[in-house]
């Protein structure tokens, strides 16, 4: 068995992210709107110690990425947002597979 290159393992651990329940919950609400992780954990019902795990993977697969919101009162808060539209798999003979995330007009 021949060990993983870094982009198959990247494109490896895109899928399986998708694959995880939670994690999708997350992205469905953050296709909506960004938001805080405190306002994922309410919308998705998911305990906020696990979405900060579930989006942590999601950030490290490049499907979230992070802002600062910022707020009049001073105390400032990480925003997240999705950074695609779609999530392409492309078959590729013997090798497999390769993922690709698209956006805007990349999409077609």
């Known amino acids: 068995m021949q ?3 870094s982009q198959e393992s990247s494109e490896r ?5 998708l694959e995880d ?8 609400e953050l296709y909506r709107e960004p938001a ?3 306002e994922i954990s309410r919308a998705c019902d ?5 979405t900060y795990r579930k989006l942590k993977l999601l950030q490290e697969t490049s499907l979230v990425e992070t802002a600062t919101r910022i707020r009049e009162d001073g105390s400032h808060a990480r925003e997240y ?3 695609f539209d779609r999530v392409v798999v492309d078959l590729e003979g013997e090798r497999g597979f390769t993922t690709r995330l698209a956006t805007g007009d990349d999409c077609a």
């Open 81 to 83: 947002s999705v950074t």
């Open 21 to 28: 329940r939670r994690c999708r919950r997350i992205l469905h």
């Open 46 to 50: 998911i305990p906020l110690s696990t």
């Open 3 to 5: 060990p993983q290159s």
């Open 36 to 38: 805080t992780a405190r």
């Open 13 to 17: 651990s895109v899928l399986e992210a």
